[in-house]
């Protein structure tokens, strides 16, 4: 049904927006979970009218790994963090929620000039892939604690994921699967380092991992 | 003649009653019973028996804008359809007319309150004209995709039945619209979370402490005035949510009764259980209300008007 | 047979976190090892059919990657018996099991066939690196493996971007990422898709190979990595990144678009040529000087392909130069750490004199990463700017030359501070105390006693000089002489890419 496809982008990006523009890392984790939910189910609404067995899967799975275990791991690895704000980002939120605006409305003006080759049942959907991608690289770039940076990768995964369903029907499930494979492992080793740097240099600024500089 | 009749009675006679809902709805939510429902009524009523004192720094601007901005209040109702009932004036275009008379009504007020010389409505002015930069742009854009979405540049044909179809096609965006609106609206009418109407304190105040130095008939018609803007935007809010028309005059007016009770209880609500904000995150809000009607905007052009 | 080859190592890698003992472990890996390369060498005579539907299967290019990957790792398990000798036991075994698996990853991204397991595999082996780099965890290299795990990781996802576009781009066409059927359709694809797909993987595929200036990783990770890991890394990892932008070359070459995928290469060569250049001066840290290089002869691996005709053939050529090359260098900068502790050129004095063997290695090292004859690289650097004047890019010839000499005379500066001078007199490690960020290699300290006195004891053992020894004489026999099988696989190679 294309108005509940266009809804859940619409809401993605909205999201989006919320997680980029708040400093406090409990909510960024949940708007985070919640967006992984909704952005889960776009291949079942995407597919409606020829649904496949394991268009539903990857639709179950990425609810599952995305939207509820991945936060827990999170909220997990920053167990031991006190200070659950990130006070000194280096783009302010009202800076990184115009330079988004700046990518959603550029996002668009992309995806008008490409053509797709398949018709899309919603036209907002390349767009709204493109934007997600460049907000996860805002808050990548923007933000010193590291889990603002793995919440930025985690973003920007989202948005490669919204492009991939376009590509749903033709690519293999393996590929597909094991690229959310790997994202599970990487946010798992993610996770592990981000403790190491928790445990010894009690805090998580990214921003005092400058001793390496030339 | 009955229709304009009608028109003009909702307008002049109704909009104090909002009022009296907000206040009942937060004394309900406070376990008080709460001043009663036609307590805005009284207030008018005594305050326009009462005389007014006038500060020797100010001047004729001080003694003539609660008149005006009442007068711009009142003449932006009359280009605004309610209730399903056309409004007595109406020509392509009127909706820039509606919003650049409220912007008058606040403009004078703000005059008004830099001729006290005192600081506090310095203070005060300096908030509400900040703000208001920010919530006209927005309140543009969402009329502007209003407009495309109705083809049509009046308000009248915009909000009586030129949105009907367009919840089932668009409607995502419709809701983008709303959720901007909403929070235009708290901003416009000083409600919380943006500014708190019954706080003591100048400080944190932004609205009340323009008019501090009104006194009488005077504060009575900018009392007035504050509710007539509450239900101008209300009924544009409701007639963008509630896009059903039956043909039935008086049936639209009791369902328009109704929403707009509705309505007041939602913002009683809403200034029930949130907490003031700081001053420099309203800036942030209405930013994000602009960013949502921009993104409707786009979503709309992308798309063209004709879905 | 080859899926033999890819799950073999990762099995033996399973069994290794279970098994006791590190002697037996070690030979564990030497076993895999040399199995490994046994069976990489069993392919030069007779090609391995493509299995699995068409995912993996090996073609020149692959096989070229694949051995210099398989000597390579050989040498270093060689070189890792003498290298660890207390670590603690969980330690031990997470290092030789993640090493393994990374074997098998990287034996991953030589075979596939498929676009999108390429990607698998490269992200594989990053995740696989983690454990290996992160091994003595002091504030730096937890800093190193922050920077590593995040640059790479977002390197993947754009090149995943950019995976994903190729598959728009052949939809109406190729309907699929197989690298045959996408040669196959190359000059029906989209346009604009592909030109997007390729600026996409190649930043990310260049980020993993450490291109400027998506390079900030390398230095960190390979100066604080153990130097075993940092001569796979350089040596292996790098180049198994540069295998897919060769397979991007590939597809780019089918569709005609070679100038478009040339040039920027040889930009990405520049910059990574003047970055390095820049770095190296003044380095304090003769590890990191290394990596910058490192940068440097990537930069020259991807000038060489984007120019064209002789120079892929360079680069190629290169490939196996510089690996071995890179090899060598960081074991005798391991070889280094173990006599001195420290990382610092100023700390490091009369290498020659003290320990004449790892000073005429370290020597070797000088000569063979600036390309001086009678080393191969020489002839491969030659080659590629030979290739440059050819094609009459002037501009890029005098750059690449000026630079070249640059860092020469940067890295020589450095080197030739360290070889020379007498021996060293003054204690080398103050006190029993381990200082945590100068213990590389050993998470228990080994010496309890006053340790100046007793410099004689860090003699080099057999298997921390034969591995270096093997590597410098392939390179040095490269520098003469072209054996005609290599020639014969290079020339198949550089044709897959139009050279």
Redesign the interface.
């Known amino acids: 049904m294309n108005v509940w496809l266009d809804a859940i982008l619409i809401l993605t990006v909205i999201l989006g927006l919320f997680i980029v523009a708040s400093t406090r890392l409990g909510t960024m984790i949940q708007i985070l979970g919640l967006q992984s939910l909704i952005l889960g189910c776009a291949p079942l609404f995407m597919y409606a009218q020829d649904m496949e067995l394991y268009i539903v899967l990857v639709s179950l799975v990425v609810i599952v790994l995305r939207g509820f275990i991945m936060p827990q791991f999170l909220f997990w690895a920053i167990r031991h963090v006190s200070l659950r704000s990130d006070v000194s980002p280096l783009i302010g939120a009202g800076t990184t929620l115009l330079l988004s605006g700046v990518a959603i409305a550029g996002s668009f003006l992309l995806a008008s000039k490409l053509h797709f080759p398949v018709k899309i049942s919603s036209d907002i959907l390349i767009p709204s892939s493109f934007s997600l991608i460049i907000m996860g690289f805002l808050l990548l770039v923007g933000r010193t604690k590291a889990i603002s940076q793995v919440i930025g990768y985690l973003v920007l995964e989202n948005g490669i994921f919204l492009f991939a369903i376009l590509l749903l029907k033709k690519m293999p499930l393996l590929v597909e699967m094991g690229i959310l494979l790997d994202l599970f492992v990487a946010v798992l080793v993610m996770g592990i380092v981000i403790n190491h740097i928790n445990d010894e240099f009690k805090n998580m600024d990214t921003i005092q991992l400058t001793t390496l500089k030339d | 003649m009955n229709v304009l009749l009608l028109h003009l009675a909702i307008l002049f006679v109704f909009p104090p009653l909002l009022l009296g809902s907000i206040g009942k709805t937060k004394a309900f939510f406070a376990g008080r019973i709460g001043p009663p429902l036609l307590q805005p009524y009284y207030d008018i009523l005594k305050l326009m028996q009462k005389a007014s004192v006038y500060s020797v720094t100010t001047n004729w601007i001080f003694r003539a804008a609660p008149m005006v901005s009442l007068a711009a209040v009142v003449s932006a109702g009359i280009l605004m359809p309610v209730a399903g009932v056309k409004p007595p004036v109406q020509f392509g275009g009127d909706l820039i007319l509606f919003v650049y008379l409220l912007a008058l009504a606040r403009f004078v007020i703000v005059l008004a309150a830099l001729d006290t010389g005192s600081s506090f409505e310095g203070m005060g002015a300096s908030r509400e004209a900040t703000f208001g930069c920010l919530s006209e742009i927005t309140v543009f854009l969402n009329l502007t995709i209003l407009a495309l979405l109705s083809r049509s540049l009046s308000l009248s044909e915009i909000f009586l039945g030129g949105l009907s179809s367009s919840w ?6 419709l ?2 619209v709303v959720v901007s609106f909403f929070l235009v609206l708290l901003v416009e009418n000083s409600r919380i979370p943006i500014d708190d109407p019954e706080t003591h304190l100048e400080l944190t105040m932004i609205h009340e402490v323009m008019v501090l130095d009104h006194s009488g008939v005077d504060l009575a018609y900018i009392l007035y005035g504050k509710a007539v803007k509450l239900f101008l935007f209300g009924t544009m809010l409701v007639s963008m949510m509630m896009t059903f028309r039956t043909q039935d005059l008086w049936v639209d007016t009791i369902f328009f009764f109704f929403e707009m009770i509705g309505f007041a209880i939602l913002i009683g609500v809403v200034e029930s259980t949130m907490a003031r904000l700081r001053l420099n995150k309203v ?2 809000l209405l ?2 209300a ?3 009607s ?2 409707g905007f ?2 709309i ?3 063209g008007a004709h879905p | 047979m080859l899926l033999f080859l890819l799950f073999f190592p990762l099995a033996i890698g399973g069994l290794v976190f279970i098994l006791p003992g590190q002697k037996s472990r070690n030979r564990m890996l030497i076993f895999t090892a040399l199995l490994h390369s046994a069976c990489v060498f069993s392919f030069w005579k007779f090609k391995p059919a493509f299995v699995l539907n068409g995912f993996l299967g090996l073609d020149a290019l692959g096989l070229l990657i694949l051995s210099v990957v398989s000597v390579l790792f050989l040498m270093v398990s060689f070189y890792l018996m003498g290298y660890f000798k207390n670590e603690s036991d969980l330690a031990h075994r997470i290092f030789i099991g993640f090493l393994l698996f990374f074997l098998s990853f990287m034996t991953l991204v030589t075979v596939s066939r498929h676009f999108g397991l390429l990607l698998i595999g490269i992200e594989a082996t990053t995740l696989s690196s983690v454990p290996l780099i992160n091994f003595v965890k002091t504030r730096q290299s937890i800093e190193a493996t922050w920077k590593f795990l995040m640059i790479c990781l977002i390197g993947i996802a754009l090149a995943l971007l950019g995976t994903y576009f190729l598959a728009v781009a052949g939809m109406d066409n190729a309907q699929s990422l197989f690298l045959d059927k996408l040669l196959i359709h190359a000059k029906e694809l989209s346009l604009p898709w592909f030109k997007m797909s390729v600026i996409f993987l190649l930043i990310g595929c260049g980020t993993k190979m450490g291109l400027a200036p998506m390079h900030p990783w390398l230095p960190d990770a390979h100066s604080q990595a153990p130097s075993p890991v940092s001569a796979l890394l350089s040596g292996c990892l790098l180049n198994c990144a540069f295998l897919s932008v060769l397979r991007v070359g590939q597809v780019c070459f089918a569709a005609g678009q070679t100038q478009f995928f040339s040039s920027i290469l040889i930009l990405l060569g520049i910059i990574s040529l003047g970055v390095a250049y820049v770095f190296i001066l003044g380095q304090e840290d003769y590890k990191r000087m290394f990596a910058y290089s490192s940068v440097e002869h990537m930069g020259i691996l991807a000038i060489g392909i984007g120019l064209g005709g002789a120079g892929i053939y360079g680069s190629l050529l290169h490939v196996i130069n510089n690996a071995f090359t890179k090899g060598f260098v960081f074991l005798v900068t391991g070889n280094l750490y173990k006599q001195y502790h420290s990382k610092k050129v100023s700390e490091v004095k009369g290498v020659l004199r003290a320990y004449p063997i790892t000073g005429i290695f370290l020597l070797a090292g000088l000569l063979a990463v600036s390309g001086v004859p009678p080393f191969g690289t020489f002839i491969s650097e030659l080659m590629i700017l030979y290739a440059a004047v050819r094609g009459h890019h002037y501009v890029v010839a005098f750059l690449y030359c000026l630079f070249l000499a640059l860092i020469f005379i940067g890295i020589a500066d450095i080197i030739l501070k360290m070889i020379q001078g007498g021996p060293v007199h003054e204690p080398v490690i103050q006190s029993p105390n381990c200082h945590p960020e100068r213990s590389e290699g050993s998470h228990i300290c080994q010496d309890s006693s006053p340790f100046g006195l007793r410099m004689t004891n860090n003699r080099e053992s057999w298997s921390m000089i034969m591995p270096i020894l093997f590597l410098i004489v392939i390179v040095l026999i490269l520098g003469f002489y072209i054996p005609p099988f290599l020639d014969n696989m290079l020339q198949k190679a550089s044709g897959l890419l139009g050279g």
């Open positions: 089932l096609q668009v409607g995502p965006v809701i983008l800036s942030f930013f994000s602009f960013i949502f921009i993104f786009i979503v052009l992308v798309r």
